[in-house]
């Protein structure tokens, strides 16, 4: 199956690829359903692409956003960048935009976002009557209903589904919530996250509110656990998905690295799965569920809207190491006697460092490092690679 990765920006989209990606999506400046990340300007959608196929890796972009007849209008130029640029597909929701893709620019292919609820075996036929390649599916299906669209669709188009990350507490994430409270349209990219916030009750005839208490953190009634499905992969081959999606183009480089390392892992059997599920605690996240993979009753599909890690993202390697030490950038604080936990791709994965030296960028030995990414030197006995990270337990 193949492995599928956020990439927010440029740097997000490297570490991906160097964590073990198979590919990767992203958005340009416009058109997309994360309107807040960095994104790719026009010219960076086009390297990227480039970087991807020198790499045997694919991209897809996102063109999700629920359209209006005035997002037609300069439409044409942005997909002809993408033609150019060699997309592997693109990510679209709207049927108004399937329709014009498919009779204007047949060449791309064109992957259905989750964003247009496939839940059935009749969607899933419509929308590959239409010529799409790929159906991202609802995250509200269970794995006996895709064992249902495979056998619908045959091979006729891939079927793509989420394996972790947030989910949206309103149906395959179409909501008004952010609309209505702060103007920011959710369906256009701006989406607030209200659903994360704490809230209160009111007797409509009675002025004093109430604060809902679920537990000591409090209740968020709109708020949900994040999806992991690291422990399942095999049941969602066996149901016919051909990819599976990690969500997190708002996330940090370091919660990339961390995911895209864990399901690679997994896929090529390299480590257990009680080590990965340890490593999946170790980025930013909020307590895992499996979703409606298994049914629809979680009774625990709520959460509290702080995420939780049990380890920080402390450097990165700048440059491979050698003899006995290697350079990084620094992201947290970190002095003499620390540990470091190394996050790689490679053999290293896992192997601690303590640190005895650190020589900052003046070439002076310094015993605590805290410029926030300054480039220091750091004593390192193990093969480090650029691109690989250091952390420590919190």
């Avoid at 010219?43 to 890796?57: F, N, P, R, S, T």
């Avoid at 047949?106 to 390649?133: C, E, I, R």
């Avoid at 006995?324 to 947290?332: A, D, I, Q, S, T």
Wanted: glycine share 6%.
């Amino acid at each position: 199956m193949e492995l599928l990765a956020p990439a927010g920006n440029f740097d997000k989209l490297i570490t991906a690829v160097h964590f073990g990606a198979d590919a990767v999506y992203f958005a340009g400046k416009m058109y997309g359903l994360r309107a807040f990340a960095g994104n790719f300007e026009d010219d960076e959608i086009v390297k990227a692409m480039e970087y991807l196929h020198q790499h045997g890796k694919k991209g897809y972009v996102t063109l999700n956003i629920v359209a209006n007849d005035s997002d037609f209008k300069n439409i044409d130029q942005f997909l002809e960048l993408l033609v150019r640029a060699k997309v592997d597909g693109v990510i679209v929701s709207d049927t108004g935009m399937i329709f014009y893709m498919r009779k204007n620019f047949p060449s791309l292919n064109v992957h259905v976002s989750t964003q247009a609820n496939v839940n059935n075996s009749y969607s899933a036929k419509f929308y590959a009557d239409m010529g799409v390649t790929r159906i991202v599916l609802a995250r509200e299906l269970s794995i006996s209903q895709i064992k249902e669209i495979s056998k619908a669709v045959g091979d006729k188009v891939e079927l793509e589904a989420f394996v972790h990350g947030a989910m949206c507490i309103s149906y395959s994430g179409r909501c008004l919530l952010s609309n209505y409270m702060t103007g920011r349209d959710s369906n256009r990219g701006a989406c607030v996250q209200a659903c994360r916030w704490n809230y209160t009750i009111r007797e409509v005839n009675k002025s004093e509110e109430y604060p809902i208490e679920e537990d000591e953190r409090g209740t968020y009634i709109l708020n949900s656990k994040d999806l992991c499905m690291i422990a399942h992969l095999k049941e969602l081959e066996e149901a016919g998905v051909t990819s599976l999606k990690i969500e997190g183009r708002m996330k940090s480089d370091y919660y990339v690295a961390s995911v895209v390392n864990a399901y690679r892992r997994a896929l090529d059997n390299k480590t257990d799965l009680q080590t990965l599920e340890t490593e999946l605690e170790k980025t930013s996240h909020r307590r895992y569920t499996t979703g409606f993979y298994f049914g629809s009753d979680d009774k625990e599909f709520l959460e509290t809207s702080m995420p939780i890690q049990t380890a920080e993202f402390t450097a990165k390697v700048v440059e491979d190491s050698k003899s006995g030490k290697v350079k990084v950038e620094m992201r947290n604080r970190f002095k003499i006697g620390d540990e470091l936990e190394i996050l790689s791709p490679t053999d290293s994965f896992l192997k601690k460092i303590k640190i005895s030296s650190i020589e900052n960028s003046k070439g002076e030995l310094i015993d605590d490092c805290k410029r926030v990414q300054e480039i220091v030197t750091i004593n390192c006995p193990f093969d480090l690679k650029q691109g690989d990270i250091l952390r420590k337990a919190n």
